[in-house]
């Protein structure tokens, strides 16, 4: 069992950065593929990033070049770092983790969900 939460959002102009980080519970941090999602309003929740317990990373398309994944075993923790922020990236921001050696992208690959933490860009 995993328990995630996230933290890191807030209200930013557009042009800024944001680093979210998700603190994970339990003793197996490191054999489990972590991953970043976002829903806004109105829309599916949509895969940004994932990080396998390797290190091997994964992004969305759309998400190549601002968005950096990254984490840290000893502290049991996974980073997403925005740059340039839009106001398209308005959403509630979501870590995800399952048991596994590859990095994952839908939303049923991952057994394990945070709370979520907001994220609003401003024009």
């Known amino acids: 069992q995993v328990q995630l939460v996230e933290s890191g959002g807030g209200l930013v102009q557009a042009g800024g950065s944001l680093t979210l980080s998700c603190a994970a519970s339990?003793?197996?941090?490191?054999?489990?593929?972590m991953g970043w999602f976002r829903q806004a309003p109105g829309k599916e929740r949509e895969f940004v990033a994932s990080?396998?317990?390797?290190?091997?990373?994964y992004y969305a398309d759309s998400m190549k070049g601002r968005f950096t994944i990254s984490r840290d075993n000893g502290k049991k923790t996974v980073y997403l770092q925005i740059n340039s922020l839009k106001p398209e990236d308005t959403a509630v921001y979501y870590c995800a983790a399952r048991q596994g050696a590859s990095t994952y992208y839908t939303v049923s690959q991952y057994h394990y969900w945070g709370q979520g933490t907001q994220v609003t860009v401003s024009s």
């Open positions: 339990g003793r197996t941090f490191s054999l489990y593929s």
């Open positions: 990080i396998s317990f390797g290190g091997t990373t």
